[in-house]
Nanobody, 124 residues
Framework: QLQLAESGGGLVQPGGSLTLSCAASGFTLNYYGIAWFRQAPGKERARVSCISRSGLTTYYADSVKGRFTISRDNDKNTVYLQMNSLKSEDTGIYYC?????????????????WGQGTQVTVSS
């Protein structure tokens, strides 16, 4: 009943762009900080970006700084991840996660809700 659902993934050539969406059902996202994680084949799930409840504070992993932008529209109960200048190493399953401990980012285990993921493949 309480769910996050990612969408917007797909196959993109290097240098291309995608925008991912994370929509909440059954709860109101404005109470939650949201993070995007990704998991490449054979690798651990890694934090990509976080956004505060208000949307005023953000975090980006060094690997995506300057290329990715996280944003939220609380009226639409949705968080976005705009990904530009995509590289092959950006390939993976992208997950959104929600936590209400009032911190910008927290550890993986601290997130209360997770989506099922959306596949992003960056390849020629």
């Amino acid at each position: 009943q309480l769910q996050l659902a990612e969408s917007g993934g797909g196959l993109v050539q290097p240098g291309g762009s995608l925008t991912l969406s994370c929509a909440a059902s059954g709860f109101t996202l404005n109470y939650y900080g949201i993070a995007w994680f990704r998991q490449a084949p054979g690798k651990e799930r890694a934090r990509v970006s976080c956004i505060s409840r208000s949307g005023l504070t953000t975090y980006y992993a060094d690997s995506v700084k300057g290329r990715f932008t996280i944003s939220r529209d609380n009226d639409k109960n949705t968080v976005y991840l705009q990904m530009n200048s995509l590289k092959s190493e950006d390939t993976g399953i992208y997950y959104c996660a929600a936590q209400n401990d009032r911190r910008l980012c927290t550890v993986v285990a601290g997130y209360d809700y997770w989506g099922q993921g959306t596949q992003v493949t960056v390849s020629s």
